[in-house]
Structure formats: C-alpha cells, structure tokens
C-alpha cells in the first residue's frame, strides 16, 4: 500500500515563500515520477511542476521562475520551493505519485497568499 503525505502549507502573504513536502511510503519503485499539482474553488486541477527519478522537470508556465521542484530519492519525498507567491497561487496543492500503471494522490495542503 503506498501513501502520501504532504506539508508545508498555510497563510503566506504576497511575495512570500513556502516549502512544501511530500513523503511517499509503502512499496514505492525506483522508477517513477511525482508532480505536484493544485486546484483552487470553482477551478479543475492542474499541473504546478513534475518530477522524474531520473531528476527532469517540468513546470506550468505560470510559476516558471518562481517555483523548483526537487526530490530526494532517498527519502522518496518531493519538494516544492515556492517564491513570490502571488493571491493566484492560493489553492489546494496536491502531491501526484505514478508507477505505471498506478497512480496514488495525497490529501492536499492548503496553500493561502494574501494581497
């Protein structure tokens, strides 16, 4: 059984920053990929920025410059560097994991930025 556990999120005021963390247990493969995802209200969720194990990336284009992703495969947990945050940023940031052919999601954190 695998789980994901995500942190890091709370009240942030416009260009602040946050870290979140997102710790995978259970039988995880060397092999995979995670991403971080987010929905605010009203809104279908998307993709923030992926990750391989191999250590590629690739990020929405609306928090290019702003957001790193990173992982530590040792730990299998992910991170999301999050800098000049933005009101828009607010939502629900989700933590993805896939290992073909599954895919497992944690419960989100809530992520707030204040004007």
């Known amino acids: 059984q695998v789980q994901l556990v995500e942190s890091g999120g709370g009240l942030v005021q416009a260009g602040g920053s946050l870290r979140l963390s997102c710790a995978a247990s259970g039988s995880i493969r060397s092999i995979n990929a995670m991403a971080w995802y987010r929905q605010a209200p009203g809104n279908e969720r998307e993709l923030v920025a992926a990750i391989t194990s191999g250590g590629r990336t690739n990020y929405a284009d609306s928090v290019k410059a702003r957001f790193t992703i990173s992982r530590d495969n040792a730990k299998n947990t992910i991170y999301l560097q999050m800098n000049s945050l933005k009101p828009e940023d607010t939502a629900v940031y989700y933590c993805?994991?896939?290992?073909?052919?599954?895919?497992?999601w944690g419960q989100g954190t809530q992520v707030t930025v204040s004007s």
């Open positions: 993805k994991l896939v290992m073909i052919p599954a895919t497992y």
